[in-house]
């Protein structure tokens, strides 16, 4: 029998359902995307990577994967965007209630609604508030005949929590009327700039859920999405926010979506990965982290 893959190739101790902290949900979806195809064997590409990443961070002197990694089977997601929703909350509420923190890797950005609703339903007492990490707005009501395809993920989850957007830099003619300039942060005010990361984390609840569409990066580091936006974000831009919200805020849970892998480059991929372990290394460094020095 062939050896199931895990991500970050945690040893085989760390990595059962049982005792992990940590739960890694695959999404392999990309059923409504409009360009570059491939969002799909996203979840696939950030597993193999990770198993190439050293489990030491030295930023925060930690290794996170100690708290227990879960790797979960994909979900089976071949039919509408709303089935596909349906069945990412059941699987996150299960996740949810055995008391495991649930990171979702897409697929393409439609995966977060179903992750977002098990968590504010969860959060319903104390609210939660959405970080999103975009280089779009992702708030049209309707595309393509789809209320919930990857550019209408934020019209869906606006209506159940707060938002806050991070590294916009293109947006549709219709979404202007639906800016809330105070909780957007633009692409062009970040760059050269640090006082934003600030104000954003005060416009966030103290329960916060966090979404990643790896197209908030610039293309120089990120070419691998469905859109590649230019001007966007660079790695220690997104850590740096990444690193305060949870110096400040209590991170829920959390999704990286719209990697389209290509053969030919596979440093995105990587990043992607370690993306995900900072944000984990972030999120129990303290509380939970087992410091090893």
């Known amino acids: 029998m062939a050896k199931k893959i895990t991500f970050a190739d945690v040893p085989e101790e760390y990595s059962r359902a049982e005792t992990a902290r940590i739960a890694i949900v695959q999404v392999p979806y990309d059923k409504t995307s409009t360009w570059i195809k491939g969002a799909d064997k996203g979840p696939a590409a950030i597993l193999e990577a990770s198993a190439n990443m050293e489990l030491y961070d030295i930023e925060t002197n930690s290794e996170v994967y100690r708290e227990g990694i879960f790797t979960d089977e994909p979900i089976k997601a071949d039919s509408s965007p709303e089935d596909m929703i349906e069945s990412v909350q059941r699987c996150l509420q299960e996740h949810i ?34 970080l999103q990490l975009d280089a779009h707005k992702d708030l049209r009501d309707e595309y393509n005949g789809s209320k919930f395809g990857h550019a209408c993920v934020m019209a869906r989850v606006r209506e159940v929590c707060p938002i ?91 999704d990286v979506v719209e990697l389209c892998p290509d053969e030919r480059n596979k440093a995105p991929n990587f990043l992607a990965a370690k993306l995900i372990y900072k944000l984990l290394s972030y999120k129990f460094k303290g509380r939970h982290g087992k410091k090893i020095l």
């Open 97 to 130: 209630n055995k008391g495991r923190f649930p990171v979702v890797i897409g697929g393409e950005h439609s995966v977060s609604i179903g992750a977002i609703k098990a968590h504010a339903e969860n959060q319903k007492v104390d609210g939660m508030t959405v």
């Open 164 to 254: 806050v957007q991070v590294g916009i830099r293109s947006m549709d003619s219709s979404e202007k009327e639906l800016l809330d300039i105070s909780r957007v942060f633009f692409a062009k005010d970040i760059h050269n700039n640090t006082d934003w990361i600030e104000k954003a984390v005060s416009k966030l609840s103290e329960k916060v859920y966090v979404t990643v569409d790896l197209d908030v990066f610039d293309p120089s580091i990120m070419p691998s999405t469905g859109t590649p936006e230019p001007g966007g974000l660079l790695w220690y831009d997104v850590l740096s926010l990444l690193r305060a919200v949870c110096d400040k805020r209590d991170v829920v849970g959390f």
